[in-house]
């Protein structure tokens, strides 16, 4: 059964027209990331939350916001999506710090901008 | 800061030959924690292995090992009698607080 659960798993939006990409858990794990993929790139950090403390990487664009309104769900929010912002979005959770982490990823959601 | 480099950009091979994707990392913390990944043409992320610092025991799993090395900060990963649905891309990455990821490695294996 799947532990991240992204929704949808492809999502066509247009250029400037503000769209969220959701993602969910099964697990109750307390760290939650986002990521973005381009083509051909590594995955690259956007957010992530421990618990509720968000942290944003320096160099994430301020067109994207997330929330996560509780442990289960997040929601990357792209403001007004340019055609640069076609890519893959990874969702993940981790348990926690120290000796026991896992880190899973949900199945992404490709989005295209048009 | 925290680095993985894989410096193979793309390896093909013929199907059943070994082959091995190196990752190399840098870290100041003394506790983190490595991983391999496949994906696939269908985009998604697959876990192949996690390694913490503390463990430098080598893994084989079925056609896979992996070995650790924490004198020279590597961990490769080898593919023996490889096969055609090995094709994919291979992320080495590196967690103490956040995933940083290496670039990847794109191995086609040939019929």
């Known amino acids: 059964d799947a532990m991240v659960i992204q929704n949808p798993r492809y999502q066509v939006t247009q250029f400037g027209k503000p769209v969220t990409l959701s993602c969910s858990q099964t697990l109750n794990h307390n760290v939650m990331y986002w990521y973005q993929q381009k083509s051909s790139q590594a995955p690259k950090l956007l957010f992530h939350?421990?618990?509720?403390?968000?942290?944003n990487e320096a160099d994430t664009p301020d067109n994207f916001q997330s929330r996560r309104p509780n442990t289960s769900f997040c929601f990357l929010d792209i403001r007004s999506p340019g055609l640069g912002d076609a890519a893959m979005y990874l969702c993940?959770?981790?348990?926690?710090?120290?000796?026991?982490?896992?880190?899973?990823f949900g199945q992404g959601t490709r989005l295209t901008v048009v | 800061a925290q680095k993985v480099t894989q410096a193979q950009t793309e390896i093909s091979v013929v199907e059943k030959e070994d082959v091995t994707l190196d990752c190399v990392y840098e870290t100041r913390d003394t506790t983190y924690y490595l991983f391999w990944y496949k994906q696939p043409p269908s985009g998604e992320l697959v876990f192949l292995i996690r390694?913490?610092?503390?463990?430098?025991q080598n893994e084989i799993s079925g056609r896979y090992s992996w070995n650790f090395q924490k004198s020279t900060s590597s961990f490769n990963f080898t593919i023996t009698a490889s096969q055609v649905v090995d094709s994919a891309v291979y992320f080495c990455?590196?967690?103490?607080?956040?995933?940083?990821f290496g670039k990847g490695t794109r191995l086609h294996i040939l019929p």
């Open positions: 390694r913490n610092s503390f463990d430098e």
């Open positions: 993940a959770i981790a348990s926690g710090v120290g000796i026991r982490l896992e880190a899973f």
């Open positions: 990455a590196l967690r103490d607080d956040k995933i940083i």
């Open positions: 939350y421990y618990d509720k403390d968000f942290n």
